[in-house]
């Protein structure tokens, strides 16, 4: 079967676009950045007293991680995709109250053309100032990127920078 001029012309196009978009993608060049740094935002509801954690994630390293791990195509629109999302974050963000975990219940995630938002909250009402923090989302992958944890609770704030290790970190105040 023969198939038309232009039918031809357009498959071949196509397919030189898919071509050119797959060797930019896979490229050392086509996936590398300057800055690698998540967001991690850590409120005290002051009704409830319950963490308010709210994580941002750049799409496509969070992606490309999940898929060097699981050798699957990740799509985070796919509820089993999702919960392997869960499992990794639940794996490599962590809080401690002295030597016992503390629980989060896992909200959901926000997906945009450039970040993942991911939502989580304390299952009981919690003290920043009790609390112990590990935050190694990317950085088993990642050597360069850093996370940046931003929390409140009341009128004190603070920042914690995760950078080179992965050791726990106290919350650390200023009023």
Partial sequence: MRHS??????VKGFLQT???F??????????????FESIVNIDVAASSGKLEIVHSYTLHDI??????QTQLAINLEHPEHEFILKRYIEKNFKLRQGSKAVELQWVGILITPQTVEVYQESIEPLSLSTLELKQSVLRDSLARQINRVNFT???SKGTLIFAGDSTWRKFQQTP
Wanted: charged residues 5%; glycine residues 6%.
């Fill in 5 to 10: 001029p232009s039918l031809q012309s357009a």
């Fill in 18 to 20: 898919f071509l050119l």
């Fill in 22 to 35: 797959i060797s930019v993608l896979w490229s050392p060049s086509g996936l590398s950045h300057t800055f």
């Fill in 63 to 68: 992606t490309a991680v999940l898929m060097q």
């Fill in 153 to 155: 609770e009341g009128a």
